[in-house]
T-cell receptor, first 115, second 113 residues
Framework: GAVVSQHPSRVICKSGTSVKIECRSLDFQATTMFWYRQFPKQSLMLMAT?????????EQGVEKDKFLINHASLTLSTLTVTSAHPEDSSFYIC???????????FGPGTRLLVL | GENVEQHPSTLSVQEGDSAVIKCTYSDSASNYFPWYKQELGKGPQLIIDIRSNVGEKKDQRIAVTLNKTAKHFSLHITETQPEDSAVYFCAAPGRDSSYKLIFGSGTRLLVRP
């Protein structure tokens, strides 16, 4: 299957700082990328959908000014958590799909801990 | 898609036995149903998917069946092994976009050696 990488794999930051997470599709062009958040022992909750070169579409209840998403190329999307707070601590996972396909390939996830 | 219910939430089987996980969906227009396996601390891995033009698909020990009339689909794992232990998620397309996936709540499978 297609490979998606994320960096960093885990990050610890102080409350009030910003954190950037990178998501890369390594062997395919991801026309669409998705960002999910997963709390312990829970399912994946979609935060936003981004198409290359377009603004991201955020799910209801997700603050677009707090979770900045950039999808500048067909192989890279970034999620920036601005002014992070302890309640933002979670497992953030991205996925990518190639043009016209419903199949999503997931990255390994980034564990964020905000102190 | 839109509303996807998954059960059971936990499943414990003896090594070598079969495991079955079921999901139901609400949107009759849904036409794509993937299953993902997530190991602890890792991202979900696509293990099998099915489209609405077929009723069953197999890949070695894994199979998925789809009943469009009843709006449910199931994952079948035969000859289970300890390495099958993980959390399994079903998914279906969101109503407002065929590219967005709505995930079930997950099933924690434990295969006892």
């Amino acid at each position: 299957g297609a490979v998606v990488s994320q960096h960093p794999s885990r990050v610890i930051c102080k409350s009030g700082t910003s954190v950037k997470i990178e998501c890369r599709s390594l062997d395919f062009q991801a026309t669409t990328m998705f960002w999910y958040r997963q709390f312990p022992k829970q399912s994946l909750m979609l935060m936003a959908t981004s198409n290359e070169g377009s603004k991201a579409t955020y799910e209801q209840g997700v603050e677009k000014d707090k979770f900045l998403i950039n999808h500048a190329s067909l192989t890279l999307s970034t999620l920036t958590v601005t002014s992070a707070h302890p309640e933002d601590s979670s497992f953030y996972i991205c996925s990518g799909s190639a043009g016209g396909s419903e199949t999503q390939y997931f990255g390994p996830g980034t564990r964020l801990l905000v102190l | 898609g839109e509303n996807v219910e998954q059960h059971p939430s936990t499943l414990s089987v003896q090594e070598g036995d079969s495991a079955v996980i079921k999901c139901t969906y609400s949107d009759s227009a849904s036409n794509y149903f993937p299953w993902y396996k997530q190991e602890l601390g890792k991202g979900p891995q696509l293990i099998i998917d099915i489209r609405s033009n077929v009723g069953e698909k197999k890949d070695q020990r894994i199979a998925v069946t789809l009943n469009k009339t009843a709006k449910h689909f199931s994952l079948h794992i035969t000859e289970t092994q300890p390495e099958d232990s993980a959390v399994y998620f079903c998914a279906a397309p969101g109503r407002d976009s065929s590219y967005k996936l709505i995930f079930g709540s997950g099933t924690r499978l434990l295969v006892r050696p």
